[in-house]
């Protein structure tokens, strides 16, 4: 638990390396490309530790989980120019689990109880509040709109990743993904035609800090981790990345926590672990 608890704490440091790799000379699509760039060589080292790099309908999976991760993280990206690095990330990786939860039961055959469809009504409500209150936006709410639809990406990449574990160990499933979404982001820069170059150092460090402290360091530490906790404690443990984002982004880009808008947080939080804690069969 200890693992996941600092590993999503890691991750709250990645909508500040963004913004200050943006303010740096960056665009959203080269942030994603040198992010998984930089962290391509530690990802094939650790999958091939993991006898071998895997195949097989698995690493087709992986394939697909990394072309949705480059939707979410573009989509993610783009959305923090728009709206507070807080509100993007709440939205992003607070609906990604409800998008889950529904698909379970809608696809899967999973029943939830009274409790798992209070967090879901509770995690929309939040989303909502961010998107649409005036005193919890930032902006005229389309950073909220496109984080919603960050987050339906989110899911697909959760989803298809946890395919693909069928075959796959965590290593070799992450190298994949990576991989695919690499390819994914460095097309998608060159015909966008932005530049590779002429950043400023502080992004550089930021692009670094990315692919080797985020994508390997913090994904290894939940990976490890949520195979040795229960799923519930796991997926508690996981919202330690929105608290983090929270007080970092006031902390390092001076974002003001605004009332509504942390409402509008503890209300997703709370859905989220309404939804864990659910009894369901």
Not at 191 to 211: C, E, P, T
Request: aromatic share 12%; proline share 2%.
């Amino acid at each position: 638990m200890s693992a996941v608890v600092v590993g999503a704490s890691i991750l709250g440091l990645s909508a500040i390396f963004v913004k200050w790799a943006v303010a740096g000379g960056a665009t959203p699509l080269t942030v994603g490309a040198y992010r998984l760039l930089f962290a391509l060589p530690g990802a094939y080292w650790l999958a091939r530790r993991e006898s071998g790099l895997g195949a097989g309908k698995g690493r087709l999976w992986a394939i697909l989980a990394g072309v949705f991760f480059f939707c979410d993280v573009w989509g993610w990206h783009t959305a923090m120019g728009l709206t507070s690095v807080a509100n993007a990330t709440f939205i992003v990786a607070g609906l990604c689990p409800i998008w889950v939860a529904l698909f379970s039961v809608l696809a899967l055959g999973l029943r939830y109880r009274w409790l798992g469809w209070l967090g879901q009504g509770l995690g929309l409500a939040g989303a909502l509040v961010l998107a649409l209150a005036k005193g919890a936006r930032v902006g005229d709410g389309h950073g909220e709109a496109l984080s919603i639809l960050a987050s339906f990406c989110y899911a697909g990449f959760t989803l298809s990743l946890g395919r693909s574990r069928n075959t796959l160990q965590a290593r070799q499933a992450m190298f994949w993904f990576t991989l695919s979404s690499f390819v994914c982001f460095a097309l998608a820069s060159t015909v966008a035609g932005n530049a590779l170059a002429g950043f400023s150092n502080r992004a550089w460090l930021s692009l670094i800090g990315l692919g080797l402290v985020v994508h390997l360091l913090a994904w290894l530490l939940n990976s490890w981790g949520l195979g040795h906790v229960d799923a519930a404690f796991g997926a508690l443990g996981l919202q330690g990345q929105q608290v983090a984002t929270l007080f970092l982004a006031a902390w390092l880009l001076a974002e003001p926590i605004r009332p509504l808008g942390l409402a509008g947080g503890v209300l997703i939080v709370a859905g989220i672990v309404a939804v864990a804690f659910s009894p369901k069969r």
